[in-house]
């Protein structure tokens, strides 16, 4: 059985926090509020898994109100999601993820993206895709106050 799933991610943009993208630390003056490391690209991806099996979303397993959680680095969320997916039989197929974010230009850093998630996630590098769009300077991201990421999986279950 093949099933789709999707995520959606979308941080704010502030001083004084590293941006952590696709669990890669990308040099910039800004990074992501967040709970955890705030890493949009990570936290959409572990989403879109999630969702494909039926187990939920993030807050599920990694809840913002537990303190374990705080600061903690997203390739740790993508290795207990990977270990959920095993759990359940489940293989990934592919999965696509797109970055939003005015700045900092992200495409010197994308392969180390891919190769950082799949990594965490124990799958091939060429079963995922990581690619970045700006907002065409509409709206809070586009105005470089947040970064947002969208992914989508597919999964085959036994």
Not at 28 to 45: I, K, N, R, W, Y
Not at 60 to 65: A, G, L, M, V
Not at 70 to 82: Q, T, Y
Not at 127 to 156: F, R, T, Y
């Amino acid at each position: 059985m093949l099933r789709i799933g999707q995520g959606y991610d979308i941080h704010r943009l502030v001083a004084g926090r590293p941006l952590r993208l696709g669990c890669v630390e990308v040099p910039f003056e800004l990074g992501a509020l967040g709970h955890s490391d705030g890493d949009a690209a990570a936290h959409a991806l572990c989403d879109a898994l999630l969702g494909a099996v039926g187990l939920g979303d993030m807050g599920t397993f990694f809840p913002s109100s537990d303190p374990r959680w705080k600061d903690a680095d997203s390739a740790l969320f993508l290795r207990e999601v990977g270990g959920r997916l095993f759990a359940v039989g489940a293989t990934v197929v592919n999965a696509d993820v797109t970055v939003v974010i005015e700045k900092p230009p992200l495409s010197n850093h994308l392969e180390a993206m891919r190769h950082a998630m799949a990594t965490a996630l124990g799958i091939e590098e060429r079963q995922l895709s990581v690619k970045v769009k700006s907002n065409d300077g509409i709206g809070p991201i586009g105005e470089g106050k947040a970064v947002a990421a969208l992914a989508v999986a597919l999964v085959e279950l036994p």
